[in-house]
């Protein structure tokens, strides 16, 4: 793809209105007016026939990416298009875990620069994210497996990422409702990286999507992309339930549905879909302080805000496009959280959910143009997607105004699975179900 041009910004659809700053004092002056003062925190934008970038996906990367092209790079031409209301995809549907502890230099280096955007990311978008760093503790529980998380916390040391060891008392000690000497599965210590937490992940699609339109983007909901119109070797817009939409470049950030809308495009993906269910049980006083993985089997959990216990797993088996999940894997996350902390057999599970999955081949994400010009994708996000989308969104939107990859996502291409540099973090090999 050819690098893109800036082209001046694009004038803000008329009636368009900033829903203002926000602030402690314009809450209270609201508070004295009938809280009458207040507009629509982002337009609710009607499509046009053409854009100089289509964004197919309001999630968390899409918005952050319209964002982004907007702010950081001049681009305000730019349509987001979400099938249904903002916030209810896979942005919404997730354990809000953020961290940066990986093995790969190249993935430590990424997620970190995403980890820091996230540090500021409240000031930056003027929106409330509760962005919670308390923490993450990864367990280990036999010596081979402390000999793996302390290579990953030496490979993260030195890329100057915070990794701390901590023993057996240590871990009693920050989380009490650990079993430490359970039958099967004692826990030996951890490796906790403080600067790890948790963000509200409705609040993330707000703050990026009132960002995004003020910046100058459309954001149109309920507006399903039902084709890709293609010139030959070239995209050249989309087909929708609202009508067809020009546009010089065409960007994918659709989560698990990636693979569906290449195939529109005669386009196949190293990526699969899969299911992950997440649940949250009934409201506790404060159990516990930071987001807790168990090494001995797939469950992660940490409490929000409201009191609820949030907790996953790993993915179901099979490719599936639903988003409800199966007993099985909501039997086998149960058995994992009792095994840890046999204190959670007296809580009610209030709701569970499920998010589609993109599973690539090496359970790495892919930033990257496509062999179609115009085409970009951002996808194949595994289990890394919401910690991700700061960075994410900010590498797209680099690679559609420059045309070459940020330099912390160059090795995210997809070429890489042809020519086998593949980045295979977990050592499981090409098969999408086991990362």
């Keep these: 793809m050819s690098p893109a041009a800036k082209s001046p910004p694009a004038p803000l659809e008329a009636g368009r209105a900033s829903s203002g700053r926000y602030s402690g004092w314009r809450l209270f002056l609201e508070g004295l007016t009938g809280q009458r003062g207040w507009s629509r925190a982002w337009a609710k934008a009607a499509p046009r026939p053409r854009y100089r970038v289509v964004i197919v996906g309001g999630g968390g990367h899409g918005l952050a990416t319209a ?65 919670s760093q308390r923490g993450t503790l990864n367990l280990f529980h036999t010596e081979a497996q402390r000999d793996l998380f302390t290579r990953r916390a030496n490979m993260m040391r030195l890329h100057g990422v915070d990794a701390e060891a901590l023993g057996r008392e240590e871990v009693k000690e920050l989380v009490p409702l ?9 826990v030996l210590g951890g490796f906790l990286q403080r600067r790890g937490g948790t963000v509200r992940h409705d609040a993330v699609a707000w703050g ?18 039902t084709g890709i119109r293609r010139e030959g070797a070239r995209v050249s817009g989309v087909e929708t339930t609202r009508g067809a939409i020009g546009a010089e470049i065409v960007c994918l950030a659709v989560a698990g549905h990636s693979s569906r809308l290449a195939a529109m495009v005669g386009l196949q993906l190293p990526i699969e879909s899969h299911v992950l269910q997440a649940f949250v049980s009934e409201p506790l006083k404060p159990v516990l302080d930071v987001v807790l993985t168990y090494g001995a089997g797939h469950f992660y959990v940490s409490q929000s805000d409201k009191g609820g216990l949030v907790f996953g797993g790993a993915i179901d088996g099979y490719n599936s496009y639903g988003q409800r999940g199966t007993m099985p894997m909501a039997e086998d996350v149960a058995a994992a959280g009792l095994t840890l902390m046999p204190g959670l057999g007296r809580l009610q599970v209030l709701r569970q959910w499920g998010g589609v999955m993109d599973m690539s081949m090496d359970g790495s994400p892919i930033i990257s143009t496509t062999p179609l010009e115009g085409l970009t994708l951002n996808g194949g996000w595994c289990y890394g997607g919401f910690k991700a989308i700061p960075a994410g969104g900010l590498s797209t939107a680099h690679l559609i105004a420059h045309g070459a990859p940020h330099p912390v996502a160059a090795h995210l291409d997809l070429g890489r699975f042809a020519a086998g540099r593949t980045l295979d973090e977990r050592g499981a090999g090409p098969f999408p179900w086991a990362h």
């Design 208 to 225: 990026y999507a009132r960002a995004a339109s003020e910046a100058g983007a459309d954001v149109i909901e309920h507006c399903e992309v």
């Design 67 to 131: 964002y982004y092209l907007a702010a950081e790079y001049g681009i305000r031409d730019v349509a987001v298009l979400e099938r249904g209301p903002i916030g209810l995809g896979n942005v919404g549907r997730n354990t809000t875990i953020i961290r940066s502890n990986y093995f790969h230099p190249e993935n430590i280096r990424f997620y970190e620069f995403s980890l820091k955007l996230w540090e500021t990311l409240e000031q930056r978008l003027n929106f409330n994210a509760m962005v």
């Design 178 to 186: 650990v079993d430490l000497d359970n039958g099967r599965y004692p």
